[in-house]
């Protein structure tokens, strides 16, 4: 039987493995394929003005690449600027040749609705390649698909024009939380730095074991916010068995994508 693959598509160097670090990793395991993108180069993700945009992308690619080695996948980081990704043709296209060549099963990517131009841009340029990557005459020069992947869409907290839905529910283990700050630990530029600044600038100035410690925290404290928002859902379809999930991550269904292949479902919403 072919591996399954999925890819995750994020703007940014540390969104495609840290939104769904936990369905990723479960894949792996059950033995799929993983593929992490982004589109931008991450230049824009310091508020150090003396860095020059050049050391950023570099520092941001080889971060990815660690990124991508813990879950045993490639993760690519494109040249397109970041905070300026904007849904060109010529962009679109070169998402439809990417996903081509990969031939994804399954693909992850934000929803439409972001605070990030560039998460909006890139939700917007998934939706646009999916239909095409099935039609023959559009980029001709890469043999098109027969099926159109599965899309669904990470979570997000923002309620306008709707909240995300919870079409799956994907138990994450304790271990498995660990493991998603595992991940993001590798962005050093951005977990340790940039994300501290500028209201919790004091923390920058912390032993790295107390940052992890409190980038812990949060993962874990989301982890089970995710799973107080679907405590119900879960316990109609797992029953008493609901009780040993402790984290989930949640994925929306985007219409504009294909079925969910079987296997998928049997290890994403397996219990752990
Ligand atoms: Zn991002």
């Known amino acids: ?13 540390d969104d495609a493995d840290t939104y769904s670090g936990g369905l990723l990793s479960k894949l792996r395991d059950a033995g799929w394929l993983v593929r992490l993108l982004s589109l931008t180069d991450g230049s824009a993700g310091t508020y150090h003005m003396e860095e020059a945009a050049e050391e950023v992308k570099l520092q941001r690619r ?51 609705n972001d605070y990030h131009v560039d998460h909006r841009t890139v939700s917007l340029l998934v939706q646009d390649a999916s239909f095409l990557l099935t039609v023959p005459h559009i980029c001709a020069d890469t043999p098109y698909l027969m099926h159109t992947p599965a899309i669904l869409f990470w979570a997000d907290d923002f309620k306008k024009p709707y909240a995300h839905v919870a079409d799956v529910i994907v138990p994450v283990s304790d271990a498995r939380v660990d493991f998603k700050v595992q991940l993001a630990s590798c962005h050093v530029c951005q977990y340790f730095d940039w994300m501290y600044w500028p209201d919790r600038v ?11 410690a409190d980038l812990a925290q949060r993962y874990h404290r989301a982890g089970q916010n995710q799973r107080a928002e679907v405590c119900d859902a879960l316990a109609k379809k797992y029953g008493m ?5 402790r984290n989930v991550e949640t994925y929306e269904i985007s219409e504009y994508g294909g079925s969910l292949p079987a296997e998928f479902l049997s290890v994403a919403e397996a219990i752990e």
């Open 1 to 13: 039987m072919e591996q399954k693959r999925i890819l995750s598509i994020g703007a940014h160097p």
């Open 202 to 212: 004091e923390r920058i100035g912390w032993p790295r074991e107390q940052q992890i």
């Open 62 to 112: 080889s971060e990815a690449a660690a990124s991508g080695r813990l879950l045993g996948g490639r993760y690519d980081v494109l040249d397109y600027p970041d905070g300026r990704l904007e849904a060109t043709l010529q962009a679109r296209e070169h998402l439809i040749r990417y996903i081509r060549r990969f031939k994804p099963d399954v693909i992850l990517t934000n929803r439409p």
């Open 241 to 245: 068995d609901a009780e040993r999930i």
